[in-house]
């Protein structure tokens, strides 16, 4: 049977098998990894001769949202709705869009689609990319290097982050993408030079969450998150010490003085290039895992009121800034402890300061006078205006502008902060 629906595919469709072809059976269309740049012959089990599972299969795993899973709609997803579709033993043919149940119960041919238009392929972005690169491909492309997209990484990563606070949106999906561009980028020219490509980025980093999650692909077994963590700290300084000793038998083998390379910290992988508040955190609760933690609040907060008394006793610029980094480091271990993201906190505070800040602004234009103009008491009753404002824009109950406020200095310590 499948011999002479081939035969017929070449004489009408030009099927040319050297292109590559998968054949899939109807009943498993969503389980299985369609990549709409090779053709794909589309069979009912029952023409194979093949008793249909009793249980539909399940959609495959980054293609199983809603678009994913069910026939039809995953087949419109991967191609256009005037592409057309081959019907084996009829002269007529019709297209994705008009493909209905019944035509699945018939074999059906889908010509592949050029590399750049099959855009819910994951080949498509490493073929533009190679494309773009090409001699006769885009000036710009061809120009990059890995340092000149340092910079562009950074950009798509802070907007991912930003777009997270949305949660799942469609702008999410567009940001990811972005970012996702820059590792394909990477990953050409690395090729470019023979280093290493895409599939060792994937098998790089799918290798290293198998061998991490042996309570999932092993038989190690683990109760809680607290205990996962561990063990993922464990089979990290296993491989630390794996590598360090990998790397001290190269220096023997090159003549190297003895003792070879230092063992890896487990800091190492912490970037130096990350966020100061963020790598802070990191470190702090690599650290935690390997056991290097307070016991208890109770003591980092008696830490913090010993880094305050350090920083008000310090003399001279460097010794405050010396100091003011230990009370930060401090700062972000008691946002640790209580399950705070520190980065996320303070970017959040600053977002709050921005639109306290914005409404006095326009208080003070409103009143015709400029800030600069204003005593410090003056600018704090505009303050405490914008904190009623807010207050009752955010529903947070009844606030009356003007209303007497506490002083700085009497303020409640959680209040002293925008």
Known sequence: MLDALLAEARLRWALDPAEGLAIVPAERLVGVPLDPSRPVVVVPLAVLRVTAPADPPAPLPGRHGPRGREPLALLRRLYAADHPVGLFGLPEGTTVGALTAADLGGPLYLAPLAPELAAASPWAMPWISNRLRAPDGCPWDREQTHESLRNHLLEESYEVYDALAAGATPELAAELGDLWLQVVLHAQLAAEAGVFDLADVQAAIASKIVRRHPHVFGDAKVRTALDVNRQWERIKQ?????????????????????????????????????????????????????????????????????????????????????????????????????????????????????????????????????????????????????????????????????????????????????
């Open 238 to 418: 296993a491989e630390r010490a794996a590598e360090a000793a990998t790397a001290d038998e190269g220096a023997a083998d090159e003549g190297a003085a003895a003792g070879g390379a230092a063992p890896r910290s487990a800091l190492d992988g912490v970037s130096r290039s990350m966020p100061a508040l963020a790598a802070s955190q990191e470190m702090q609760e690599r650290a935690a895992h390997l056991g290097y933690d307070w016991p208890s609040v109770e003591g980092i907060l008696g830490k913090v009121a010993e880094e305050l008394g350090e920083l008000a006793r310090a003399e001279g610029s460097a010794a405050r800034a010396e100091e003011l980094g230990d009370l930060l480091m401090v700062v972000v271990n008691l946002a640790r402890h209580h399950d705070v993201e520190a980065e996320a906190a303070l970017r959040a505070a600053n977002e709050k300061f921005r639109r306290r800040f914005g409404i006095v602004e326009r208080l003070a234009a409103e009143r015709g006078v400029a800030l600069r103009d204003l005593s410090f008491e003056e600018l704090d009753a505009l303050w405490d205006e914008a904190k009623a404002e807010l207050a009752r824009q955010n529903g947070d109950g009844p606030s009356t502008p003007g209303a007497p406020a506490p002083r700085p200095a009497e303020r409640p310590a959680d209040e002293v902060a925008p």
